[in-house]
Each structure stands twice: as C-alpha cells, then as structure tokens.
C-alpha cells in the first residue's frame, strides 16, 4: 500500500511559477515510476508528466513539454513538478498518482492516487 499526499497548489499570474510535491509513504514507494495528471472541470483526467522509479527517464505531455519539470528524490519519498511559463489553460486540479513498472499516460492503470491541490493560472 502506498499513501500520496500532494502540495503546492495554489493561485499564480500567467507566466508565473509553482511546484508541487507529492509525498509517498508505505512500503517500497520509491520502487514506484509516478505520474503527474490534472483534471479541469468538464475535462477528463488527462495526464501530464511522469518518471521511472530511478529518476533516469521521464515522459511529458505536448502541452508541457519544455515548461513542466518532473523530479523525484527517493531519500525523501518525494516527487515535484516544477511548473514554469503557467498559462490560464493550466488550471486544474493536479493529482500524484503511483504505480509499479514503467511510465504509462492511462489514469486507469495506475494503482495509487492522492487527492490532488488545485492550481489556479489567472490572466
């Protein structure tokens, strides 16, 4: 069982800056490749970064690509999402999500989730 807890969400300008950090706890959670999805109101869970349990490799959506930064420390059972150049379209609820093998984008196929924080991108 895994437990995940996400903070760091909050209200920002356009072009502004957050990071979020989802904190695991449980048995082995570093052994786990995370994801980072959001959720609009209206829209499906979409997902938006990931990364392998070691660190070395990660995956992005297109519409972040190149302002969005996944990382993980693994001595602190810790992953951020470092999001720069935010923009109005960004504004969701975020949501960790964990799971074992490797880096997918379908919500369904991961196992544990936490209960997201809300980013707010104001024009």
């Known amino acids: 069982q895994v437990q995940l807890a996400e903070s760091g969400g909050g209200l920002v300008q356009a072009g502004g800056s957050l990071r979020l950090s989802c904190a695991a706890a449980g048995r082995t959670a570093s052994n786990y490749a995370m994801g980072w999805f959001r959720q609009a109101p209206g829209k499906e869970r979409e997902f938006v970064a990931g990364?392998?349990?070691?660190?070395?490799?990660?995956y992005y959506a297109d519409s972040v690509k190149g302002r969005f930064t996944i990382s993980r420390d693994n001595a602190k059972n810790t992953v951020y999402l470092q999001m720069n150049s935010l923009k109005p379209e960004d504004t969701a609820v975020y949501y960790c999500?964990?799971?074992?093998?490797?880096?997918?984008?379908?919500?369904?196929?991961?196992?544990?989730w936490g209960q997201g924080t809300q980013v707010t991108v104001s024009s």
């Open positions: 999500a964990a799971r074992l093998r490797t880096i997918v984008t379908a919500a369904v196929l991961y196992d544990y």
């Open positions: 990364i392998t349990w070691s660190g070395v490799s990660t």
